[in-house]
T-cell receptor, first 117, second 112 residues
């Protein structure tokens, strides 16, 4: 079991609403990455936060935004929800800002299952 | 471009070896990874290989890397029913700050 905790585990939202997902990072890790995993697909990189700054972004629209706090926990916010946003949202914490071998020390949380109706 | 490809399904008998294959596109990836995902769960890092290695063995797991062909494989020896899961390979291009690019996943079904 990893030290990465995501909340909530499941939620249902209506199209057009806004949602905030939370992730607490592993102790000693200063980097959090967020991924979207649609049903039957591999995870897709949304963005990464390193020491409270965005440190890379995937091909997602601006209505996907995030924050990282001084304790390195993180939030993913999605505005104007669309049906296609229904997915498992995974966060991963790692040391070192995503450089070098840091993914070898990354841990994933259990994910938040978001359903948009 | 970024593309990691895997076959979608593999079915084996308990006790047999399983081989899951993957091709990737970015030769700058210093590390290549295999993850396991059980139903309703997050991703578990199984193993990884440094790009200047051809092979890495870790108990029942053997990773083979053909860098020329950008081909990665994961062999699971003596496959057990508990190995039934979805397996993802992933690359992490060096110039993209730690972003992991995943394949679509191979669903491994182990029959008793």
């Amino acid at each position: 079991e990893t030290g990465v905790t995501q909340s909530p585990t499941h939620l249902i939202k209506t199209r057009g609403q806004q949602v905030t997902l939370r992730c607490s990072s592993q102790s000693g890790h200063n980097t959090v990455s967020w991924y979207q995993q649609a049903l039957g697909q591999g995870p897709q990189f949304i963005f990464q936060y390193y020491r409270e700054e965005e440190n890379g972004r995937g091909n997602f629209p601006p209505r996907f935004s995030g924050l990282q706090f001084p304790n390195y926990s993180s939030e993913l916010n999605v505005n104007a929800l669309e049906l296609d946003d229904s997915a498992l949202y995974l966060c991963a914490s790692s040391p070192g800002g995503g450089r070098g071998r840091t993914n070898t020390e990354a841990f994933f949380g259990q994910g938040t299952r978001l359903t948009v109706v | 471009g970024e593309d990691v490809e895997q076959s979608l399904f593999l079915s084996v008998r308990e006790g047999d070896s399983s081989v899951i294959n993957c091709t990737y596109t970015d030769s700058s990836s210093t590390y290549l990874y295999w993850y396991k995902q059980e139903p309703g769960a997050g991703l578990q890092l199984l193993t990884y290989i440094f790009s200047n290695m051809d092979m890495k063995q870790d108990q029942r797991l053997t990773v083979l890397l053909n860098k020329k062909d950008k081909h990665l494989s994961l062999r699971i020896a003596d496959t057990q029913t508990g190995d039934s899961a979805i397996y993802f390979c992933a690359e992490s291009p060096d110039n993209q700050g730690g972003k992991l690019i995943f394949g679509q996943g191979t669903e491994l079904s182990v029959k008793p």
